[in-house]
């Protein structure tokens, strides 16, 4: 149930159009919670169809116009509710480690390749993320909004972060293999 509520976050902080909101989680939201432009919009005709959003209206009605959303005060109050409500952690799921533990009985054949591979993946965000940190929080930035959505994003720079070192040391590991990996 969280995209209804990442469409809302989003559209609180700058009411948008369909293909702004699938632009703006390409480049934010989509870091940590992805989604289809065709899952964002038929989410949009939800969200308006249960009396979260409106389009707003526009000066000149045109055929094929697009239609930017504002929230409503029910969207806002589902909000509110959803943010304060506990929620359970998830389980790690990661093919990757599910190979690993399968390369254990049936061989490593590939799996350092695809090891590397990640491990520039996991460069490359990292690198991206800090740069954003850079770009969009530097000192003195420090409203409450702006605190918290810094704080997500030194999580996704702690995750990399972790993945990198990680995957070092598997890499590592697979070096010292006695079958050499």
Known sequence: MSLPHAILTALLEKPSSGLE?????????????????QQIYRELGKLEADGLIRALPSAQPVRGQKKSYEVLPAGRAELARWTAAAQEPRPQRDALLLRLRAAAVVGTAGVEDDLRRHLALHERQLAEYREIEERDFPPGRDSSQDRLRHLVLRAGIDLETFWTQWLKHALEEFAD????G
Do not use: E
């Open 21 to 37: 909101l699938t632009r703006r989680f390409d480049r934010s939201i989509g870091y940590f919670w992805s989604a289809t432009h």
């Open 177 to 180: 293999l006695p079958d050499g």
